[in-house]
């Protein structure tokens, strides 16, 4: 295999971080998928390899179902400040007019509430990617 699809990117830019970490993922997700290892290894021949498969299978399924749902508060329908500009007198330079904070108080909770997620999830994706490489030697078939 020299070129590996990656069916959790859209297409267009991504950071090398994001890549890697769907990249690892994709890679487990093609071994449970396609090589289908509950057929081939013997799983329980020792309590490394249940060990092993028990990883295997729950970051199989973080990945597959439980991290698909994520949903950011900033997916609801908020209402949105307006993005205005107002010219700065004497010049032909404009800045930014900052919106009511108070009128659009749902909004900007929420954007506050989706930093705190953003945060959270990046830390859940780092710790579940330092599991799947701590078992990395074991997905083969």
């Known amino acids: 295999m020299k070129r ?3 069916a959790t990117l ?7 971080d994001e890549i890697l ?16 290892p509950e057929k081939i290894v013997d799983w329980d021949a020792n309590e490394l390899h ?29 209402r949105h400040p307006p ?10 330079m404009r800045q930014l007019v900052m919106p009511d904070k108070k009128k659009y108080a749902g909004y900007y909770l929420a954007l506050e509430e989706h930093a705190r997620l953003e945060q959270e999830w990046h830390e859940e994706d780092q ?15």
């Open 4 to 6: 590996l699809k990656i």
């Open 10 to 16: 859209d297409k267009g830019w991504h950071d090398k």
């Open 21 to 36: 970490l769907h990249a690892a993922f994709q890679l487990l997700a093609d071994f449970v998928e396609q090589e289908h």
């Open 50 to 78: 249940k060990s092993a498969w028990d990883e295997i299978t729950g970051l199989y399924k973080w990945w597959t179902k439980t991290r698909p749902k994520r949903r950011s508060p900033l997916d609801d329908k908020l």
């Open 83 to 92: 993005f205005k500009l107002k010219k700065i007198p004497g010049s032909d």
């Open 127 to 141: 710790r579940n990617l330092h599991r799947l490489i701590e078992i990395r030697g074991f997905l083969w078939t």
